[in-house]
């Protein structure tokens, strides 16, 4: 046959073949019958030395364009028969099957409990109040009556941020910003996290959470911080829960006191929670030091209050019978799942 025919021939039927091709695998046999080493191109190639001089160039480079179009022609069916797969395969997805449901977290225990304790004491009428994490020694210290000697305020007792500025080591901060702020009456509780350089073991850590309290007004007594304590003891651990104040020290406190709770893992005979003794101490407390109104401008003849300040991980570690603080601050699902 004529070669430049044979060539128009071949081209028609390619032409052909791809028209009624609709999947991958018949593409590819396309493809090697026309231009794999043995294709149909490649047979015309090889028997040009049998054709006429004349004719051999003109077959050669038309057979080489046919060879660059039919694969160029190929890829561009390829491309298209694999998006049609690709819509297919979506197109198949049962809707039917159910979702892959988002873990939804749970509330942390020390949220549950801080939770709890703002809820009872809003329930006595308290408003709840918070201040700044990083803290000017004023606020700290000063205004709080602790002097600049004192221990707490040594550099293994308190961050120190660069100039007057400290990592709160209490709540009690805010009770300062609360009062500079409002006029008496004021009655709230602050939660927050504060900060002290401890080492960390199963009862202490470098951050930690408190809830402050604080009741200015003309009459309060110390009678009235007692009542009030008792209510939120019976209202955390239970109705059979006896509590006991201590003398104690603070410097914006006069007089004042440590709290202690009985323990409600023996029912105050001693045991290893209570290292024997049959009570647990939970928090401090006492009547505003008035030097402590002179820092904020209220008039110590006039106005009178109560403080107290507690610890949120013993709370929550008496409430939940949890023996090691760092268990609150390590993210262990398997733990805080059973908080729900
Ligand atoms: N700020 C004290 C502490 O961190 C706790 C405290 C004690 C707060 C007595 C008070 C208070 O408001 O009256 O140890």
């Not at 794999?36 to 054709?51: A, E, Y």
């Not at 022609?73 to 197109?91: C, M, Y």
């Not at 290893?272 to 505003?288: Q, T, Y």
Request: charged share 25%.
């Amino acid at each position: 046959m004529d070669p430049a025919k044979l060539l128009e021939e071949i081209s028609k039927d390619f032409g052909l073949s791809l028209e009624s091709c609709n999947d991958i695998r018949r593409l590819e046999e396309i493809r090697t019958d026309y231009l794999g080493r043995k294709g149909k191109l490649n047979l015309v190639l090889k028997d040009i030395p049998s054709f006429a001089p004349e004719e051999r160039k003109e077959v050669g480079s038309r057979a080489n364009l046919l060879k660059d179009d039919f694969s160029i022609r190929l890829d561009a069916l390829k491309f298209e028969l694999e998006k049609k797969l690709k819509s297919e395969t979506t197109g198949s997805l049962d809707v039917t099957l159910p979702g892959v449901e988002p873990g939804i977290g749970t509330r942390h225990p020390l949220t549950l409990t801080i939770n709890r304790i703002c809820d009872i004491f809003v329930s006595l009428g308290f408003e709840i109040a918070e201040g700044p994490e990083i803290e000017s020694e004023f606020y700290n210290f000063e205004a709080l009556n602790i002097p600049l000697d004192h221990p707490s305020r040594d550099a293994f007792d308190t961050f120190y941020v660069k100039g007057k500025y400290v990592l709160r080591s209490h709540t009690s901060n805010v009770q300062i910003r609360l009062m500079e702020k409002n006029e008496p009456p004021v009655q709230a509780i602050m939660p927050g996290r504060v900060y002290r350089p401890d080492a960390v073991d199963a009862s202490h850590s470098f951050m930690f959470h408190q809830v402050e309290g604080l009741l200015v007004s003309e009459t309060v007594r110390f009678s009235d911080l007692k009542g009030i304590l008792m209510n939120f003891c019976k209202s955390m651990f239970g109705p059979d829960i006896k509590m006991r104040m201590r003398p104690h020290f603070f410097p914006f406190t006069e007089p004042s006191v440590e709290v202690d709770i009985s323990c409600a893992n023996c029912a105050g005979v001693g045991c290893r929670v209570c290292s024997g003794n049959g009570w647990l101490e939970i928090l401090g407390a006492g009547m505003v030091n008035p030097k402590v109104f002179e820092a904020v401008k209220y008039d110590t003849s006039k106005y009178r209050g109560f403080a107290f300040g507690m610890g949120v991980e013993r709370i929550a570690m008496l409430l939940y019978g949890i023996e090691d603080i760092r268990l609150f601050y390590e993210n262990d699902v398997r733990f805080l799942r059973q908080f729900a």
